[in-house]
């Protein structure tokens, strides 16, 4: 079952898919290739609440790197604001505002603090092969109808093929 992660502070930009990076202070635990759901928050609901599912996302590159590399390089820090989901003209594009923001949104955290980069891909986007397939957390990203062949029966097409009929 795939973990959770809350994208509380910027749902707007998950649900817009215009954030494919986040940083986190913890999530040491975390590696590329592992399927998570975003979620509109995972802590703190009260009595009755749900969890809201926002959608899958692959995680395709982690790795610890101080916060402060966002203000020490900025053709780096405004690259990752924009891949934060904050592009031009968004006061969070500027990576001074952006780490502030990160600060003081997390407990403890300081510019120099190490955390957690992670990247991702969202799994629900439409297959390429067909019109009514999406892709989900099945290996490889495979769509649920086609598994990327563009077949509509692979499984069964695989097995025409091994056995020299046509599919």
């Not at 780490?99 to 992670?118: A, L, N, W, Y």
Request: charged share 25%.
């Amino acid at each position: 079952m795939a973990r959770n992660m809350s994208f509380a502070l910027t749902t707007e930009q998950f649900k817009a898919r215009t954030k494919s990076v986040t940083r986190r202070s913890g999530w040491l635990h975390a590696k590329a290739g592992d399927i998570v759901c975003g979620v509109l928050k995972s802590q703190g609901l009260k009595p009755g609440e749900k969890i809201e599912r926002l959608g899958g996302i692959l995680l395709t590159d982690v790795r610890r790197e101080p916060l402060r590399r966002l203000t020490d390089d900025l053709d780096y820090g405004f690259a990752e604001t924009t891949r934060e989901g904050f592009p031009e003209g968004h006061p969070l594009h500027w990576p001074s505002e952006f780490v502030t923001f990160f600060c003081d949104s997390h407990k403890g955290c300081e510019p120099d603090s190490p955390v957690t980069r992670i990247e991702y891909g969202y799994l629900d986007e439409p297959c390429p092969y067909c019109a009514d397939g999406a892709r989900t957390g099945l290996p490889g990203n495979a769509c649920e109808n086609c598994m990327n062949t563009g077949l509509k029966y692979p499984a069964q097409s695989a097995l025409y093929i091994q056995q020299g009929r046509e599919p």
